[in-house]
């Protein structure tokens, strides 16, 4: 829309009209959300083009948006915990683990294996978080897999560089909940940096396959914030003609969205895997929008974000197909493959697998009905058959087909509480 309205118009695409032309489409937002806590921004104010951006975490995701940046002629650093990576990089503009067949931007430079230091993460106008929420390591002494809060870890030493005033723009791209204390990243950036950094955090989610993003095929997510203005920043920092922005004030919703797509993409993936045809998966992709509705609503969530970009729309494409790594990990199950095999060979992060367990004790808390959350939790942790969990779903009395809780807010309204926003309802 906005290619069309710049060519008609002759407006440069990166103009401050097309930007406001941009936001206008952008706030026709496709789901009437709750409104906009804060509207002033809490970050620098951001340079009208060629922003300094440090992408933190560069896997699939972290390496294609740093590309997607780096693409519109911002100054990007890419941060690799790896000093391989960082080095090959820098020389050869390829990440050769994660899309090794793709040469990057020579606006990227790749830093690391520590974190920059506090001169530099001050000098940065966007600090954006494509870190996994956890990552699973093998444990040689353990001689087991086990799961390191990877969010958690960052945002603390972070924390210490971090300006309390005008820091940058914080962007979040995971889509996970923290095993252990089932929270979502905006806890953790409350426990790390303090309720006023978390209330100007931006979440960007939403059907986006990395691998697609830098082929520049159309894209569109969410981007939700407590805060209007930050995530109209972080709306214009990544518009393109080929990827647009829809911009929201439910952050929780948004990471509910995200986290549990991932668990309904293993159903779906096992549903394919066991030889089940399309029937199956259309079933499994709309009863999972309404145990995620549910979920959503109960914990406290505008039920309208489900139908958006990151609920339905990430849904249907994670559930669809086999370049989802948590559908993979399903279809893999379905075939009758054992889970430690699938995780050690899968080569990148699948986050549904630890958020089942989170999404099991949040299911159970809120005495919510998932009974595909529940059957998937079952496959992965308490080696049920995956066809004993089919059959469980299909043995299912007849039930309603849609029986949404009241809003009855527990979770949320805790956590809205912790970031001291209470008062502005
Ligand atoms: N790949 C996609 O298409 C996609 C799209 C949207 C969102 N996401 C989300 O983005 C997040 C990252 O996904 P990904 O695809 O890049 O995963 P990935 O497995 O490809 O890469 C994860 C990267 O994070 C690094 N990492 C792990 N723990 C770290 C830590 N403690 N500190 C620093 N780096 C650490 C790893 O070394 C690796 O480079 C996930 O939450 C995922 O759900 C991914
Ligand atoms: O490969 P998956 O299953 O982690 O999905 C990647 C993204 O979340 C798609 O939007």
């Not at 995701?61 to 940046?69: D, I, P, V």
């Not at 805060?227 to 920092?237: I, P, R, S």
Request: aromatic share 8%.
């Amino acid at each position: 829309m906005l290619a069309l309205l710049t060519r008609v118009h002759r407006i440069h695409p990166r103009s401050t009209l097309a930007r406001q032309a941009f936001r206008a489409f952008s706030n026709a937002s496709p789901v009437s959300t709750p409104p906009f806590r804060f509207t002033m921004p809490f970050s620098k104010p951001q340079p009208e083009s060629n922003s300094k951006v440090l992408v933190l975490g560069a896997g699939n995701f972290g390496s294609c948006l740093a590309e997607h940046l780096g693409d519109s002629s911002h100054q990007v650093f890419l941060w690799s915990r790896d000093a391989e990576v960082v080095e090959h990089f820098n020389l050869h503009h390829k990440n050769a683990k994660y899309l090794p067949d793709h040469e990057f931007s020579k606006n990227i430079t790749a830093v690391g294996p520590d974190l920059p230091n506090g001169g530099f993460i001050n000098d940065m106008d966007v600090l954006l978080f494509a870190i996994p929420t956890q990552f699973l390591r093998y444990r040689i002494y353990i001689a087991r897999l086990r799961y390191l809060n990877a969010n958690r870890e960052t945002l603390t030493i972070l924390n210490r560089s971090l300006p309390k005033k005008n820091f940058p723009l914080l962007i979040f791209v995971n889509k996970g909940i923290e095993i252990g204390t089932d929270a979502l990243t905006l806890e953790i950036i409350v426990d790390t940096c303090g309720a006023e950094v978390a209330r100007a955090a931006t979440f960007i989610s939403g059907p986006s396959f990395a691998k697609e993003i830098v082929r520049r095929r159309p894209t569109s997510v969410s981007v939700a914030s407590f805060t209007e203005a930050e995530a109209n920043k972080t709306c214009d920092l990544f518009h393109q003609p080929h990827f647009r922005c829809y911009t929201g004030s439910d952050p929780i919703g948004i990471e509910l969205a995200g986290a549990l797509k991932n668990v309904y993409a293993i159903a779906a993936g096992m549903s394919d895997g066991l030889g089940f045809e399309n029937n199956t998966r259309a079933m499994i992709i709309t009863r999972g929008l309404a145990e995620m509705t549910c979920i959503g609503t109960a914990y406290g969530a505008h039920p309208l974000t489900f139908l958006g970009l990151a609920g339905v729309g990430d849904l249907f494409l994670t559930c669809s197909s086999s370049s989802s790594r948590n559908y993979t990990v399903g279809y893999r199950l379905g075939q009758g493959e054992g889970l430690q095999n699938i995780i050690a060979t899968l080569g990148s992060v699948a986050e549904g697998v630890s958020t089942a367990k989170g999404v099991k004790r949040i299911i159970e808390k809120l005495a919510v009905k998932a009974p595909i959350a529940n059957q998937v939790y079952e496959v992965l942790y308490n080696d049920k058959a995956t066809k004993a969990a089919m059959r469980e779903l299909m043995d299912l009395p007849p039930s309603k087909e849609l029986d949404l809780p009241p809003k009855a807010g527990g979770p949320a309204k805790q956590l809205i509480e912790k970031l001291g926003l209470s008062k502005a309802e």
